[in-house]
């Protein structure tokens, strides 16, 4: 009976939209805390700094724990892939940042527990969940972008090498020139280059400009927002389906013996 109460009493806890505010404001302290390690600072404030660190990963285990024990089966808790993720993020804390040969792994997992931040805010969940299911559609949107590169980047190469062979020297520098024209980074430059030997080569850039910077970003957009739409509306779905009372239940299983005793006689 007192570990009933006793795990009720963690439900709570992690159940608390404060306590949840506080992991929160922990992890973006915990991003600071990364932050002032890569300034030079004192050794004094180094070591408060480390103690800061040391004291978060505490708070980290304690907060884990908590949301284990307040779990009702505790093999649920491992079959969510977002707490196997901050398990892992964690226990990898606890190798020391010092005299161990882990410790550049312990700093560079001390950097991903920003990461947290996805598990703990339901709409930043909704967001990675969104894109992640994007994917098979932009995979295509992607690979036909890449035909239009290379077609136009083979194009460059055979027309604008003579031009300026450090541009368009090859394929694959052709593409990165192209991929700097997509992002407009001083675009204008290469073009005036090629139409001083080639008027018309304008015709050239537009026309990639259009396909790539217009076209298929704007499909890649679209294709996210309409995702994240419908995750939105499941979310908004799931939080507004009505859950049963303990009355009703009691009701429905009344019933349902009710009907056994009917279909025995």
Same mark, same amino acid.
């Given at each position: 009976?007192?570990?009933?109460?006793?795990?009720?009493?963690?439900?709570?806890?992690?159940?608390?939209?404060?306590?949840?505010?506080? $992991?929160?404001?922990?992890?973006?302290?915990?991003?600071?805390?990364?932050?002032?390690?890569?300034?030079?600072?004192?050794?004094?404030?180094?070591?408060?700094?480390?103690?800061?660190?040391?004291?978060?990963?505490?708070?980290? $285990? $304690?907060?884990?724990?908590?949301? *284990?024990?307040?779990?009702?089966?505790?093999?649920?808790?491992?079959?969510?892939?977002?707490?196997?993720?901050?398990?892992?993020?964690?226990?990898?804390?606890?190798?020391?940042?010092?005299?161990?040969?882990?410790?550049?792994?312990?700093?560079?997992?001390?950097?991903?527990?920003?990461?947290?931040?996805?598990?703990?805010?339901?709409?930043?969940?909704?967001?990675?969940?969104?894109?992640?299911?994007?994917?098979?559609?932009?995979?295509?949107?992607?690979?036909?972008?890449?035909?239009? *590169?290379?077609?136009?980047?083979? *194009?460059?190469?055979?027309?604008?090498?003579?031009?300026?062979?450090?541009?368009?020297?090859?394929?694959?520098?052709?593409?990165?020139?192209?991929?700097?024209? @997509?992002?407009?980074?001083?675009?204008t430059d290469v073009m005036y280059e090629t139409m001083e030997v080639y008027p018309f080569?304008?015709?050239?850039?537009?026309? *990639?400009?259009?396909?790539?910077?217009?076209?298929?970003?704007?499909?890649?957009?679209?294709?996210?927002?309409? $995702?994240?739409?419908?995750?939105?509306?499941?979310?908004?779905?799931?939080?507004?389906?009505?859950?049963?009372?303990?009355?009703?239940?009691?009701?429905?299983?009344?019933?349902?013996?009710? @009907?056994?005793?009917?279909?025995?006689?």
């Amino acid at each position: 009976m007192n570990t009933d109460k006793l795990q009720q009493t963690f439900l709570r806890v992690r159940s608390n939209k404060l306590f949840e505010l506080f $992991v929160v404001i922990i992890i973006i302290f915990s991003a600071l805390v990364i932050g002032a390690k890569t300034y030079d600072i004192s050794p004094t404030t180094l070591r408060i700094v480390g103690w800061l660190d040391l004291m978060i990963t505490v708070f980290f $285990v $304690v907060e884990i724990t908590i949301r *284990f024990l307040g779990e009702e089966n505790k093999k649920n808790f491992f079959r969510n892939g977002w707490n196997i993720f901050d398990t892992l993020i964690v226990l990898v804390s606890l190798i020391p940042i010092s005299n161990s040969d882990m410790a550049f792994i312990g700093r560079l997992v001390r950097i991903f527990r920003v990461l947290r931040m996805i598990s703990i805010i339901p709409e930043l969940r909704i967001l990675l969940n969104s894109l992640l299911k994007a994917m098979p559609q932009l995979g295509y949107v992607l690979l036909l972008m890449f035909i239009i *590169f290379y077609i136009y980047a083979a *194009f460059g190469t055979m027309f604008f090498e003579n031009i300026n062979p450090k541009l368009w020297g090859d394929i694959t520098i052709a593409m990165l020139t192209l991929f700097r024209v @997509m992002t407009f980074e001083d675009w204008t430059d290469v073009m005036y280059e090629t139409m001083e030997v080639y008027p018309f080569s304008w015709a050239f850039f537009l026309s *990639f400009i259009f396909l790539t910077a217009f076209a298929f970003l704007n499909m890649v957009i679209g294709i996210v927002v309409n $995702v994240l739409e419908k995750e939105n509306a499941l979310a908004q779905l799931e939080q507004e389906e009505p859950q049963p009372t303990l009355a009703e239940l009691q009701q429905e299983i009344l019933e349902l013996k009710k @009907m056994i005793r009917e279909l025995k006689s």
